[in-house]
């Protein structure tokens, strides 16, 4: 309760609060979970422990994991049916159509996908902190390389869900065992599908099905 008014009410303050909190401080607070080349990494137990910058990353993150579209995905698509809209108003020929397409493909993927590895992997990179990481901020620098070492080790993901993960999907430890090659077939067809969306958003009136 208190950490969620302040949260509200003084964001800023409580920001630099972690800002400031020293390394020592923060790690004797989380729990050590795993060492992957050479660098060690830790988590927070409660929820409530966890730094607010990650938290509200993580918000974020699970609702895209929730839809099954990143970010940059889902301003593509949105951006895209718009430009048709307005081009179809405009006259040119198969514009709509392509709208439609890109607007079901919005819709579809949370239907069709059971996961996003990508998304997954940035849920992993913003959970676990790494030695060297500030908690007021998560470095962009810092965070993209996590997420290369993670995507190298992604055979291994089952042991990061052993390490507390499946609070934020809980659904995932059932697919223990075949999460790595369900994460690959997921990678295959969501490559698929964004080289469509892309080719209807840069090639003109060439929608085709995804499915």
């Known amino acids: 309760m208190i950490l969620s008014f302040f949260a509200r009410y ?11 909190r020293n390394v020592q401080s923060w ?33 974020l993150l699970m609702l895209a994991m929730d839809n099954r579209l990143s970010t940059t995905e889902l301003t593509q698509l949105a951006e895209g049916a718009i430009e048709k809209i307005e081009t179809g108003m405009g ?4 514009a709509f159509s392509d709208a439609i397409f890109l607007i079901k493909e919005i819709v579809e993927r949370k239907n069709v996908l059971h996961l996003h590895p990508e998304i997954l992997i940035d849920i992993i990179a913003t959970t676990c902190i790494r030695e060297d990481e500030k908690l007021g901020k998560i470095d962009s620098a810092i965070h993209k ?12 993901i089952g042991f990061f869900l052993g390490n507390g993960l499946t609070e934020f999907l809980p659904k995932l430890s059932d697919y223990r065992e075949a999460l790595p090659e369900m994460i690959r077939l997921h990678q295959r067809e969501i490559e698929r599908r964004n080289t469509a969306m892309l080719g209807v958003i840069r090639g003109g009136s060439k929608s085709k099905r995804t499915g």
């Open 10 to 20: 003084f964001p800023e303050q409580l920001n630099k609060a972690y800002h400031t």
């Open 27 to 59: 790690q004797s607070r989380a729990e050590f979970i795993f060492s992957v080349e050479g660098k060690s990494y830790y988590r927070f137990s409660r929820v409530e422990d966890i730094p607010l910058p990650r938290l509200e990353a993580l918000q």
């Open 145 to 156: 390389a996590k997420m290369d070492v993670f995507n190298r080790n992604i055979d291994n």
């Open 91 to 94: 006259g040119q020929k198969g």
